[in-house]
């Protein structure tokens, strides 16, 4: 089992009745919400936060591309990344990722993952989400009815870029370059191991098994809502002929430990419900721009509903529609809901292991990526969390899926190849 | 209601429908967002002294997925040139609504020999910072037909599924007719279309639902002003952004005045 710690970077001072008096968290959520002076401290609060988790013995931390958003104050995954990759030494450094449509070229993507690979050793992992319809076609403008041609035809741009010895000229549909040629190249050959975030739909997953990338469910919502994808993904991979090794799949999860069940309940309470609350409050205006989920897996969808009505129970199926969204927000209004429904983990040690255990073998994932700050949860405790996390949940889990062979993960360079950390550290510097 | 006469062209190796109704000189109907997964009302008027032609766009219902290969600008346009050709359009008298409208003004501008006369109903291509038109495609279902009609209830009705269609189908027709308007005016509607406006030289009628909430009813003027021929704008009261659905009556009346 792989552990990754992976920090969404939220604002986290929105006002207490942000639901109330603003339409979105997400888009169009107001600039006078924002004091770029408090944003200075939650900054390097926060990479202070993932630097911290490397030193407890993660195994890779994350970051990843959000636009116009409260929850997510990443625009530059890669800024986050160039950062990290200078403070920490053996941790891998996973970022998930870059929406490629959105980069003109995208060749960028090729040169600056390719930048961090050579800066880290080749501590990285590359991510390539289509993007939310929020990020891309919304605060991107990007076109919905071309983003995901764009985004396959810049996917195959960036691997041409990473893997081709000589200049090459790129005649795609949407891209034309005569002359391309990055420098610098990645450290790991052919190129970085590639993760593709998503969601529900049919296509990624099956792009996914056959370029052999590793596909991650980033849903907020816990395990238990997260069956009906998973075990869409596997039973794809069994038609696919692909086997079942747990690594090919990656799930993220909220989750807060504590000495005590009680002691988990008083401490997460609150940043949990500010998460729920505030941070998940999206506009749903902006959920479902035409031709963004494509009519394959609408179809998938509206046939799913209508076998779920015809046997009585609640539509599940690819949760890539607004209403499911929407649906899944409105059971999330109190903490008792949120835990009920397997949306956070909290507890001591044993039940957060336990749960993570029932997790990993119900969903088959290998790569299990931990939101262990969220909300408004303070530095302190976000540290807190991470430690006991490591120190006393890590342990119990490490050995699972031993069996194994995560293929998927970066071949860095030897370490006694990498330079070494600088003698002047910044905080023996400051006076 | 009458029964139009249904007949299949090719556009980029999609079938594509064509409606035909009513006898006459030909007057062709390019229709506006959302398109038309019925025949209506506003059909019939016309039908009463003209042969009534309606071709659908690339992607819009009847259009089958046509928009999929449409990437650039110039290629909507050739689709839109090689629609009215195969549909034995061209030459004669033209109206588009809304994102047809669009269409419509285009093929006069670019090869004036195929339009004769042209009415446009509240076309989209331009967009105006001090006046923006609204965002079709950032709004909740149930707040879309308000937006395309002035009684919503017509517009939800046009889109009703009616019985004995495809329940699967159905709906997914709907959502790809609004990814078509979207594949060529996304984000804010703006083709640019104000350059190619003084190269119509074709007599133009401009009509706006005086309560247009898509595109304000001010960008009446300023395309009438742009067109390089005679241009008269009239407002039609009483009606939202697609007026031909709001008041078939009054709309097609207006038409026919200004090219009998």
Not at chain 1, 8 to 29: A, G, Q, R, T
Request: charge should be negative; hydrophobic fraction near 40%; aromatic fraction near 10%.
């Amino acid at each position: 089992m792989q552990f990754l710690w992976f920090h969404l970077m939220p604002y986290k001072e929105l006002p207490e009745d942000f639901k109330e008096k603003h339409p979105s968290v997400w888009v169009d959520i107001h600039s006078s919400l924002f004091d770029p002076k408090r944003a200075h401290h939650m900054y390097n609060e926060f990479l202070d936060e993932l630097e911290f988790a490397a030193a407890c013995g993660f195994d890779a931390i994350c970051c990843n591309e959000h636009h116009s958003n409260g929850y997510g104050l990443m625009p530059s995954p890669n800024l986050i990344a160039s950062a990290l990759a200078r403070r920490t030494t053996n941790t891998a450094i996973c970022v998930l990722g870059n929406s490629l449509a959105l980069y003109n070229p995208p060749t960028r993507v090729a040169e600056e993952f390719a930048m961090i690979d050579c800066i880290s050793g080749g501590r990285l992992i590359a991510g390539f989400p289509v993007g939310t319809p929020m990020d891309t076609t919304f605060a991107y403008g990007s076109n919905p009815s071309l983003l995901r041609e764009r985004y396959y035809e810049a996917h195959d741009l960036v691997l041409r870029a990473w893997k081709e010895k000589d200049t090459f000229a790129f005649n795609g549909r949407f891209n034309q370059q005569r002359y391309v040629n990055i420098w610098p190249r990645p450290v790991q050959q052919p190129h970085p191991p590639i993760w593709i975030p998503g969601a529900g739909s049919v296509e990624t997953w099956r792009w996914a098994a056959e370029m052999d990338y590793v596909f991650c469910y980033l849903s907020y919502y816990g395990y238990k809502m997260a069956q009906n994808v998973m075990q869409g993904f596997w039973e794809e991979m069994a038609r696919l002929g692909k086997d079942r090794n747990p690594y090919r799949a990656g799930f993220a999860q909220v989750v807060g430990v504590a000495e005590t069940r009680q002691q988990a309940l008083d401490l997460y309470t609150g940043p949990a419900e500010y998460f729920y609350g505030r941070c998940l409050h999206v506009d749903p205006r902006f959920a479902a721009p035409p031709g963004y989920v494509t009519e394959a897996t609408q179809r998938a969808g509206i046939e799913s509903q209508v076998r779920m009505a015809a046997e009585g129970k609640a539509a599940g199926g690819p949760a890539t529609n607004a209403s499911s969204a929407t649906k899944m927000q409105s059971l999330a209004r109190d903490m008792q809901n949120i835990v009920a429904n397997g949306y956070v983990i909290v507890g001591s040690p044993d039940d957060v292991a336990e749960q993570l255990h029932e997790l990993a073998t119900t969903l088959n994932v290998g790569q299990l990526m931990l939101l262990m700050q969220f909300g408004n949860l303070s530095s302190e405790l976000t540290k807190f969390n991470t430690r006991l996390f490591a120190e006393k949940v890590m342990p119990k889990l490490k050995g699972l899926f031993s069996e194994w062979e995560n293929r998927w993960w970066p071949r860095p360079m030897e370490s006694r190849q990498r330079a070494a950390l600088p003698a002047f550290l910044p905080q023996a510097a400051a006076p | 209601m009458n029964e139009p006469d249904t007949s299949t062209i090719d556009i980029n190796g999609f079938p594509t429908r064509v409606w035909r109704l009513g006898s006459g000189p030909t007057i062709g109907f390019l229709a506006g967002y959302g398109g038309l997964p019925k025949w209506i009302p506003f059909l019939d008027r016309l039908a009463e002294t003209r042969t009534v032609i309606v071709p659908s766009l690339p992607g819009f219902p009847g259009g089958d997925r046509g928009h999929t290969v449409l990437d650039s600008h110039l290629d909507w346009l050739l689709a839109a040139r090689d629609l009215i050709d195969k549909a034995g359009l061209a030459g004669g008298d033209l109206i588009g609504s809304s994102v047809g409208g669009s269409f419509a003004a285009e093929l006069a501008a670019i090869w004036p020999d195929k339009v004769k006369r042209l009415a446009l109903i509240a076309p989209f291509g331009l967009f105006d910072a001090r006046e923006p038109a609204a965002d079709p495609w950032a709004q909740k279902q149930e707040d879309i037909a308000a937006l395309m009609t002035r009684a919503p209830e017509i517009y939800k009705a046009l889109k009703q599924m009616p019985s004995g269609a495809n329940s699967i189908e159905w709906p997914i027709e709907q959502t790809r007719a609004a990814e078509a308007a979207a594949r060529i005016f996304w984000p804010l509607g703006n083709t640019r279309l104000e350059r190619r406006l003084p190269l119509i030289k074709a007599p133009t009628l401009i009509l706006w639902g005086a309560e247009d909430r898509l595109l304000p009813a001010s960008y009446a003027d300023s395309m009438a002003r742009a067109i390089g021929g005679r241009a008269k704008v009239e407002l039609i009261a009483a009606a939202g952004h697609l007026a031909e659905l709001d008041k078939p009556d009054e709309v097609a009346a207006a038409i026919l005045r200004f090219m009998p």
